[in-house]
């Protein structure tokens, strides 16, 4: 049963992956910048690489699903690159006092 169950989350995890990756691409090469279709995608992608790593991890392979969580790497490089998560400097700097 956990092999049916490992499998169907790694194979969805898979397939997030690699259509996500066409997102990861576009944001690195700065094309469809003011689409949100790329946003979703870039999402897809980390949520694939998370599902992998869980089924690792429920299969009692975390020493695979470790270097997997580089993975999610390239998702945050690729949000940065969007300015999709944007810092608020004005809110720090009113903290800090500057």
Request: hydrophobic share 55%; with cysteine.
């Amino acid at each position: 049963m956990t092999d049916l169950i490992f499998a169907c989350v790694s194979g969805f995890g898979l397939l997030a992956l690699s259509v996500g990756a066409f997102g990861v691409l576009d944001a690195y090469h700065k094309r469809g910048v003011g689409e949100r279709r790329v946003d979703w995608l870039v999402a897809l992608y980390a949520l694939g690489v998370t599902a992998n790593i869980v089924a690792y991890v429920m299969l009692d392979r975390w020493y695979i699903a470790a270097p997997l969580a580089l993975m999610l790497w390239p998702a945050e490089q690729a949000f940065e690159k969007r300015g999709t998560f944007k810092r608020r400097g004005a809110k720090v700097d009113a903290i800090t006092g500057r």
